[in-house]
């Protein structure tokens, strides 16, 4: 049986105040819950549901905490599913000491920024494709959602454990000495490191309807995806992720 | 004022059964309803705010409905709002001819199959993605979401109006003469046309956790997107998206 204080502060995670306040978040399913254990990030305790632990991947899970010494509560799977936010809900949750994004240096290493990207889903798929192709960190702009929303963190596969999230930019000297990127219709493809792309760069990415901020735009390099005739554009989370692909890969 | 028996239909339409009983679909917001206006199909009639066909993209909507014959009716923008299904709409809703998607021989063009493709978004952005790269079309295959669901016509930024949809191959003789391929880390990554690539080709994408039936990868020949050590996969979406980038691109 869960007691009362953790599920009350279950609940209470699902709001962006309280996970700022206590510094925590929530990883469910237990390929999310998997990685949050892989990660550095330290965890707290994992809620485990009593069938699913028998299973394969749950027996997985109850390891992987044994071996980071995380506290494993064992409960009725329905009692774990009803404290769960996502739909079908396979009955798994950790709790996750959850860093605050916090200003870093951006003109070394290869950097996502996300300035008013405000779907989940989208900053989520952002997120794991950034970790996918190694960049070092993940900039949270202005106006874009929670990197700990749960829907968020759902999408990222649990790459948000993995990388760095990093703050927007200091607003008065904003990214001095950084090359900045942005994706524009009208600007070159980029051919990969050693071909017209420097070492070090920040690739931003803007709102899904607005794009990116014109104080932005004026300072980044365009460059673009190319696409068929006709064609206004792809899901941001896409452009995003090809464009990491084409920056990061190797010359062929 | 909306009639009771419009209003009902644009209720029915929300459920499966009843669009492809009706063989209608409903675009919603003025960027999508704009696209199924350009589109070869049939718009039967659009739902306009009155407050809302007074701003720049209402006007261009009216003005497409005007070139095309399509009977636009204009009512209280809330009222357009309360029949919309997506979650902060613009009071734009086109109800559009939702042709079922039938059988077409798989062996010339280049097409994107989605078998047992379950989420909404995922399917929508795939749809888009593949419009932008200008392929044929896209195989709705076994377990995959209705493409004329709201979610997928909203993610397909309107793409599901522009592409063919086709439904599943023939179970008997499913693939004959047909370029198959399907994204695995233990591909090669494909090199665009002319390099190893056919010109011809069927990208066969799986389930988000289950991937592609046996019988499939057992006929398709792998392709990959390269990733960092320790990650296990991309989004099936952006997965799919960069392959069909890779597979179209033009030799540099």
């Given at each position: 049986?869960?007691?009362?204080?953790?599920?009350?502060?279950?609940?209470?995670?699902?709001?962006r105040?309280?996970?700022e306040?206590?510094?925590?978040a929530?990883?469910?399913?237990?390929?999310?819950?998997?990685?949050?254990?892989?990660?550095p990030?330290?965890?707290?305790w994992?809620?485990?549901?009593?069938?699913?632990?028998?299973?394969?991947?749950?027996?997985r899970?109850?390891?992987a905490?044994?071996?980071?010494?995380?506290?494993?509560?064992?409960?009725?799977?329905?009692?774990?599913?009803?404290?769960?936010?996502?739909?079908?809900?396979?009955?798994v949750?950790?709790?996750?000491?959850?860093?605050?994004?916090?200003?870093?240096?951006?003109?070394?290493g290869?950097?996502?920024?996300?300035?008013?990207?405000?779907?989940?889903?989208?900053?989520?798929?952002?997120?794991r494709?950034?970790?996918?192709?190694?960049?070092?960190?993940?900039?949270?702009?202005a106006?874009?959602?929670?990197?700990?929303?749960?829907k968020?963190?759902?999408?990222?596969a649990?790459?948000?454990f993995?990388?760095?999230m990093?703050?927007?930019?200091?607003?008065?000297?904003?990214?001095?000495?950084?090359?900045?990127?942005?994706?524009?219709?009208?600007?070159?493809?980029?051919?990969?490191?050693?071909?017209?792309?420097?070492?070090?760069?920040?690739?931003?990415?803007?709102?899904e309807?607005?794009?990116?901020?014109?104080?932005?735009?004026?300072?980044?390099?365009a460059?673009?995806?190319?696409?068929?005739?006709g064609?206004?554009?792809?899901?941001?989370?896409?452009?995003g992720s090809?464009?990491?692909?084409l920056?990061?890969?190797?010359?062929e």
């Open positions: 049986m869960i007691s009362k204080s953790r599920a009350r502060l279950v609940r209470r995670l699902t709001v105040r309280m996970r306040r206590e510094g925590l929530l990883a469910e399913g237990p390929r999310v819950v998997l990685e949050a254990l892989k990660s990030l330290q965890v707290r994992v809620l485990a549901g009593a069938e699913h632990a028998g299973s394969g991947i749950g027996r899970v109850l390891d905490c044994s071996q980071r010494g995380v506290e494993v509560q064992v409960a009725p799977d329905r009692e774990v599913r009803g404290l769960a936010s996502t739909e079908r809900p396979q009955p949750i950790a709790c996750v000491a959850a860093p605050p994004p916090v200003p870093r240096p951006l003109d070394r290869r950097y996502l920024m996300a300035t008013g990207v405000q779907i989940p889903g989208n900053l989520g798929t952002l997120i494709s950034a970790w996918g192709f190694g960049l070092d960190g993940v900039v949270i702009g106006g874009t959602v929670d990197p700990w929303n749960h968020v963190v759902r999408a990222s649990g790459g948000v993995h990388l760095p990093t703050s927007g930019p200091d607003p008065v000297d904003p990214l001095e000495g950084v090359n900045l990127l942005c994706a524009d219709a009208a600007g070159a493809v980029p051919g990969g490191p050693g071909r017209g792309v420097p070492r070090d760069w920040v690739l931003a990415l803007g709102n309807t607005g794009g990116l901020p014109a104080r932005l735009l004026r300072r980044a390099r460059i673009a995806v190319p696409m068929a005739a064609v206004d554009s792809l899901n941001v989370a896409v452009a090809i464009l990491m692909y920056l990061t890969r190797g010359g």
